[in-house]
Structure formats: C-alpha cells, structure tokens
C-alpha cells in the first residue's frame, strides 16, 4: 500500500484497528512477496537463463517507469479524499475510474513508442506490450484497493495486497516442480491470470462495503480535478522509479553484451527488493505517527533516530555479509552464472541500507509535507543516476549500474537527512552518527573474523548474520524501546485523544 495514504485514513480508523491492519498487511508482505521473488521468480531465472530474463527485465522496468501514465497519483489522492468525505466520495471516486480510461491510451502510445525507439523489435515487442497490459490491470486492482483503503477495509485490502502473488506462488511454484523447462511467456500469463482474479475479488468486496454506506445523491466530478490532485505524488513516484528502473533499461540497451548483463544484474537486484519490502512496509508504519506527532507539535526526532536505529543495524547486517560473502548468499537461490554477478551484489546491498534510511528522513519530510523539496532531490537524484550510468556501463557494464544506484542513494539520503536535521535541529541526532560507526565496526570486526575461519562458508554466513543482528543490542547501537513505543499503549491513547479532540 503506498505510504502517502495512512494520515488521512487515521481520521476515521483507532490507532489500534490501524495498527492491527498494519501488522497483518506487514506479515502477509513479509511471508508472501519475498517468498515469490526469491523462489519462484529466481527459479524463473535460474532455469530459462540469463540472457532470456536479461531480455524480459528491461521490459518490465520499462513498463513500471511508465506506470505514472496509468496511475497519475489517482490511487493516493483517492484513499485520501474517500476516507476524508465518506459521505460525498463516489462520484469522484467513479470521475477516477473515467480518467484512469483515458490515461490508457496514453500509456501504451508511451510505452510502445518509446520501445520502439530503443530498438525492440519482434518477440521482445511483443512482450512490452504484454507487461504493459499487465501494468493496466495491475493499476486497476491499485485504484480498488484505494477505495477498500478509504472505506476502512483495511482487513481484505491486506489480503487482496499479496493475493495475486499468492496464486503465482503456488501456480508457478508448481509448474516448475513438474516441467523441467519454462518459458517467459508462461510467467506473463500467470500474472495476467493472477491479476484479474485478485482485481475481481477485491472489487466484489468493494461492493459489498458500498452497500453498507448511506445513501448519498449522485453528484458531477471533474476527471482533470482528480488527475491534478494526484498529481504531485505522481511525479515523486516517478523520480523515485526512475534511479530504480532505468538502470536495467540502460545496461541492457547499451552494454556490449547487454540482455546476459542486465540477467546478472537481476540476480542481485532480486534480492534488494526482497530486502527492500522491510524498509518499505516500515515506512507505512511511520507516516501517521510522524503526522500526528507534527500536528501535536510533539519532538519527532526520538522516534526517527529510533526507527533509523533499527534499520540501520537491519541494513548494515545485509551489506557487511554480502561483501563478504556474496557468492553464499546468491548460492541459496541460484544454481548457475554465480561468479557473474556476485560482484554486482554488494553494490546493491549497500544501496539497500542506505536507502533504508531515505525510509525514515523521505516519510518524516512527507508528514511535514515538503513533496516540492522531495520531488527536487528526487530529480536529483534521477539526473545523477542517468548520467553515472551512461559513464561507467561502457566500461563496467552491470557492475557500473550497482555503483551508480549506491552513489545516487547516498547522495539523495544524505540531502533528505540533512533537511530533517536542519528543519529540527538538536544535537540529539548524534546519536545516529555514533550508531553508524559503532555497528560498521562490530560488524566489519565479526565479517573479517568470520571470513579468517576454516569453516564452509554456508555455515559461517549466516552466524555472521546472526552476530551482527545481535550487535545492535550493544549498549550505544540501537534503542529497541523504539519499537515497543510504536505499539504501546501510550501511543494509541495519543492517537486516540487527537481522534477525539477532532470529532
């Protein structure tokens, strides 16, 4: 669920019904989606090679890039105005389903032109247009889920949001138990399969959830007004995507040897957006107390050096191991091309934890609502990535693309740390600087130990892992009252007196 939609919801819902949501939609993510990702879709790979998903992966980026045409910042906007006038919603909520038929159009002239541009041609075309159709469904179970968001369905929202990944766990986890063979064009039709069956439960509920509203006179909505609403959360979105998304697209494009590059490159990127799902879901966590604590004129900064505490020693575990040992960690979900991309994996797990920490600053900028200052880092950030990746592709191929997504990273959290710190100043943010130095060098102490040992490394990993999760309990590293405060009693009687006052 994107994150910009909790505030408004918290109008109508209890901390304790939102935090029970929460924990539902963040278990459901956490057992499901990267279990896909990890053994289905790696699988995937594993068995059809690199150079053929190296062709699909492209694609797919390219179709999610583009998804701004088909969303326009409608589903946050929605969320937000349903939850807000639960009285006077459906015709604006019905003017969005108007407009989200005319961005259509849009997106598949977008996303075919500029394919062909690129120079797809034949099956590769073909594909494009499939992913992309893909991307029309998946938009439409998005813009359902918003509704059931607003509406306070938060229970079938959760179950809808890991839904068709359920059914693709199961259908193509099986499939590849039974065939020795696959190929891509199974995978685009499972999903496709998935999506509409996910879309068409999800929008039964929502039917079932309109019949319990009161009856409200049917009134004209402006489909532009809808699309201009939405449309600020729309161009970060993009910006975020665009220094996520347009590194495969460039390396498979320009490479020498481009389609096997950009499968490598996939390998490791796999497992940052497994890793990545924790910062995410934790960022849904943080953006209504940062809200609620803004509006009450209440100190932030304790619970955002805490919560960046706890994933600063989750992040850092993952990278100190991976640049020790990369080729055991990708041993786990591959049998084949290991060697190839072991050296991209570091890069992007220290992408990952640094990215981890945009989660806290980019979430407590978005509760202060400075989208205009985020979108500008965000466009930063994009121009940088663009530009390090035409630099070093030529010369480092997937490799250069990891370098330039942990470059472009720590450029833009540090800006967005830096805002924070400055817009609420105190030497109490200290303590980050003295966790970051404390952890790196327990962490680098236990991986270079680790590694000096004469033991397999598939038993070594993870007890490093296991050490340097533990070292965060080290007096100085982490405040673990962090996380008992978010769901503590204390909490929701603040919330709930704030709910209160404003009814």
């Given at each position: 669920?994107?994150?910009?939609?909790?505030?408004?919801?918290?109008?109508?819902?209890?901390?304790?019904?939102?935090?029970?949501?929460?924990s539902?939609?963040?278990?459901?993510?956490?057992?499901?989606?990267?279990?896909?990702?990890?053994?289905?879709?790696?699988?995937?790979?594993?068995?059809?090679?690199?150079?053929?998903?190296?062709?699909?992966?492209?694609?797919?980026?390219?179709?999610?890039?583009?998804?701004?045409?088909?969303?326009?910042?409608?589903?946050?906007?929605?969320?937000?105005?349903?939850?807000?006038?639960?009285?006077d919603?459906?015709?604006?909520?019905?003017?969005?389903?108007?407009?989200?038929?005319?961005l259509?159009?849009?997106?598949?002239?977008?996303?075919?032109?500029?394919?062909?541009?690129?120079?797809?041609?034949?099956?590769?075309?073909?594909?494009?247009?499939?992913?992309?159709?893909?991307?029309?469904?998946?938009?439409?179970?998005?813009?359902?889920?918003?509704?059931?968001?607003?509406?306070?369905?938060?229970?079938?929202?959760?179950?809808?949001?890991?839904?068709?990944?359920?059914?693709?766990?199961?259908?193509?986890?099986?499939?590849?138990?039974?065939?020795?063979?696959?190929?891509?064009?199974?995978?685009l039709?499972?999903?496709?399969?998935?999506?509409?069956?996910?879309?068409?439960?999800?929008?039964?509920?929502?039917?079932?959830?309109?019949?319990?509203?009161p009856?409200?006179?049917?009134?004209?909505?402006?489909?532009?007004?809808?699309?201009?609403e939405?449309?600020?959360?729309?161009?970060?979105?993009?910006?975020?995507?665009?220094?996520?998304?347009?590194?495969?697209?460039?390396?498979e494009?320009?490479?020498?040897?481009?389609?096997?590059?950009?499968g490598?490159?996939?390998?490791?990127?796999?497992?940052?957006?497994?890793?990545?799902?924790?910062?995410?879901?934790?960022?849904?966590?943080?953006?209504?107390?940062?809200?609620?604590?803004?509006?009450?004129?209440?100190?932030?900064?304790?619970?955002?050096?805490?919560?960046?505490?706890?994933?600063?020693?989750?992040?850092?575990?993952?990278?100190?191991?991976?640049?020790?040992w990369?080729?055991?960690?990708?041993?786990?979900?591959?049998?084949?091309?290991?060697?190839?991309?072991?050296?991209?994996?570091?890069?992007?797990?220290?992408?990952?934890?640094?990215?981890?920490?945009?989660?806290v600053?980019?979430?407590?900028?978005?509760?202060?609502?400075?989208?205009?200052?985020?979108?500008?880092?965000?466009?930063?950030?994009?121009?940088g990535?663009?530009?390090?990746?035409?630099?070093?592709?030529?010369?480092?191929?997937?490799?250069?693309?990891?370098?330039?997504?942990?470059?472009?990273?720590?450029?833009?959290?540090?800006?967005?740390?830096?805002?924070?710190?400055?817009?609420h100043?105190?030497?109490?943010?200290?303590?980050?600087?003295?966790?970051?130095?404390?952890?790196?060098?327990?962490?680098?102490?236990?991986?270079?130990?680790?590694?000096?040992?004469?033991?397999?490394?598939?038993?070594?990993?993870?007890?490093?892992?296991?050490?340097?999760?533990?070292?965060?309990?080290?007096?100085?590293?982490?405040?673990?009252?962090?996380?008992?405060?978010?769901?503590?009693?204390?909490?929701?009687?603040?919330?709930?007196?704030?709910?209160?006052?404003?009814?």
């Amino acid at each position: 669920m994107p994150f910009f939609a909790y505030e408004a919801i918290l109008t109508k819902l209890s901390m304790k019904q939102f935090l029970s949501h929460l924990s539902l939609l963040m278990l459901l993510n956490l057992l499901i989606k990267p279990a896909y990702l990890l053994l289905v879709d790696a699988r995937i790979q594993d068995v059809v090679g690199p150079e053929e998903f190296g062709r699909y992966f492209p694609l797919l980026s390219l179709s999610i890039l583009f998804n701004i045409l088909l969303d326009a910042g409608l589903s946050n906007h929605m969320t937000r105005l349903i939850a807000s006038q639960r009285d006077d919603w459906q015709a604006a909520y019905s003017a969005g389903w108007k407009a989200k038929g005319v961005l259509i159009p849009f997106y598949f002239a977008a996303l075919l032109g500029t394919g062909w541009a690129l120079g797809y041609r034949g099956e590769s075309l073909q594909w494009l247009a499939w992913v992309g159709g893909n991307q029309v469904v998946l938009s439409a179970v998005l813009f359902i889920r918003a509704g059931l968001q607003g509406l306070g369905a938060h229970r079938t929202d959760a179950w809808v949001s890991i839904l068709d990944r359920a059914m693709l766990l199961v259908g193509l986890g099986t499939l590849l138990a039974i065939q020795p063979g696959f190929q891509i064009a199974w995978l685009l039709a499972g999903t496709t399969l998935a999506l509409i069956a996910a879309g068409s439960i999800a929008f039964w509920r929502l039917q079932l959830n309109r019949k319990h509203l009161p009856f409200a006179p049917k009134r004209s909505s402006n489909i532009w007004l809808q699309l201009r609403e939405g449309w600020p959360y729309a161009l970060l979105f993009l910006l975020m995507m665009t220094y996520h998304r347009v590194d495969a697209i460039m390396l498979e494009r320009s490479a020498t040897n481009g389609a096997v590059e950009a499968g490598w490159y996939a390998m490791s990127y796999r497992l940052f957006e497994a890793a990545n799902m924790i910062g995410y879901l934790f960022a849904t966590l943080l953006l209504p107390y940062f809200s609620r604590m803004l509006a009450e004129k209440v100190d932030v900064r304790p619970l955002a050096i805490g919560a960046s505490q706890l994933l600063l020693v989750g992040g850092g575990t993952i990278a100190w191991t991976a640049c020790f040992w990369p080729d055991t960690l990708l041993q786990l979900f591959y049998d084949h091309e290991i060697a190839e991309a072991a050296p991209i994996l570091p890069w992007l797990m220290v992408s990952f934890a640094i990215f981890a920490q945009g989660y806290v600053f980019s979430t407590l900028l978005t509760a202060r609502k400075d989208l205009r200052f985020l979108n500008t880092v965000a466009a930063i950030g994009a121009i940088g990535n663009i530009a390090l990746n035409a630099i070093w592709i030529p010369k480092y191929g997937a490799l250069g693309c990891a370098m330039a997504s942990a470059i472009t990273q720590a450029v833009v959290v540090f800006i967005q740390c830096a805002s924070s710190i400055l817009k609420h100043p105190g030497s109490v943010w200290w303590k980050l600087a003295r966790s970051l130095a404390l952890h790196s060098l327990v962490c680098g102490t236990i991986c270079w130990i680790g590694s000096r040992l004469d033991v397999d490394a598939q038993f070594i990993a993870p007890a490093v892992i296991t050490a340097c999760l533990l070292a965060g309990f080290i007096p100085g590293i982490m405040d673990d009252s962090t996380l008992r405060a978010l769901l503590s009693n204390k909490m929701n009687t603040f919330a709930a007196s704030k709910l209160k006052s404003d009814s």
